[in-house]
């Protein structure tokens, strides 16, 4: 009796001891989520509704000539535009003098740094074989970054979207992948809120799987609409962090009064690149970013 006893006290203290010791849970979100499609569905209900922008921007900036081991803080306000689905146009200035000019056409992309009279531009057909580093901000990779662009549906069709779903961070991971010459590579990376849908960080990767861009977007703001009423407004981001690692240079920018349009703008020519031969024969030093040949 008593070794039976002690047998029933023993099975009683291991039972409990296996009972109370549940494995803690890690903190985040362990819900139900959407799949992919319907993800997409969602941010392009949102997205769809802005097929042009004008807002205007004050920012801040940080840009490092590595070459020269200089860097140059500079700050300022101006306007931001865009016209989908890959034209932009960002200017700035300041109380003393115009700033810089960049932007994007949809074949070209500029940058044309007016306080040290330097102009970049580059043809679209180049950009993915580009090297980050030579440009200090390049405009279509910021264009990417605005989060306002629909995404493509056709979701079998590269560059293909994969979805991954961060517990930890309650958010969509859709990184969207492109053929190679011998392997599929990632190209752009964005992480969305599980409840708003709206893009929190944007990655952009170059051609060898670098960060080329590192975004984070904050501060959502409604665009406006004329003539609907405001609860049917879409959003964007309000502020927008960006870091470009290989040249070092860091930048961020503020939006207000954010519309559609405004006095007419953007249209047909908010987006003329400027000359490169006008502006090289002014004195402007004109780098042609060329894959093959280089400035």
């Not at 949102?46 to 000539?65: G, M, S, Y």
């Not at 980050?132 to 493509?152: F, H, K, Y």
């Not at 990655?203 to 049917?232: H, I, M, P, T």
Request: proline share 6%.
């Amino acid at each position: 009796m008593r070794r039976l006893r002690a047998l029933l006290f023993l099975l009683a203290g291991g039972l409990s001891a296996c009972t109370s010791a549940a494995p803690p849970v890690a903190p985040g979100y362990y819900g139900p989520t959407l799949r992919l499609e319907e993800v997409v569905a969602r941010v392009n209900e949102n997205n769809a509704k802005i097929p042009t922008l004008w807002a205007r921007q004050r920012f801040e900036a940080t840009v490092v000539d590595r070459a020269k081991n200089k860097s140059q803080r500079i700050e300022g306000y101006g306007t931001l535009l865009y016209t989908g689905p890959n034209q932009m146009r960002l200017k700035a200035k300041n109380e003393l003098a115009d700033l810089f000019d960049m932007g994007s056409n949809g074949k070209q992309f500029w940058l044309w740094e007016m306080h040290d009279q330097i102009f970049w531009w580059g043809d679209y057909s180049a950009a993915e074989n580009i090297e980050s580093a030579e440009i200090p901000v390049r405009p279509d990779t910021v264009m990417e970054i605005l989060g306002v662009q629909p995404v493509d549906s056709s979701l079998l069709h590269p560059p293909i979207p994969t979805l991954r779903f961060n517990n930890r961070a309650d958010a969509y991971m859709v990184d969207w992948q492109s053929p190679d010459s011998e392997h599929w590579a990632t190209a752009k990376e964005i992480w969305y809120d599980r409840q708003t849908l709206r893009p929190e960080k944007v990655l952009l990767f170059d051609e060898r799987g670098r960060v080329a861009l590192w975004a984070q977007l904050s501060n959502y703001v409604q665009v406006k609409v004329a003539g609907e009423d405001q609860s049917g407004w879409p959003w964007i981001a309000g502020v927008y962090q960006l870091f470009f690692p290989y040249t070092g240079t860091r930048m961020s920018f503020e939006l207000s009064d954010v519309s559609l349009s405004t006095n007419g703008r953007p249209n047909s020519t908010t987006y003329q690149m400027p000359d490169p031969a006008v502006l090289s024969e002014s004195g402007v030093r004109v780098n042609h970013i060329d894959a093959q040949n280089g400035r």
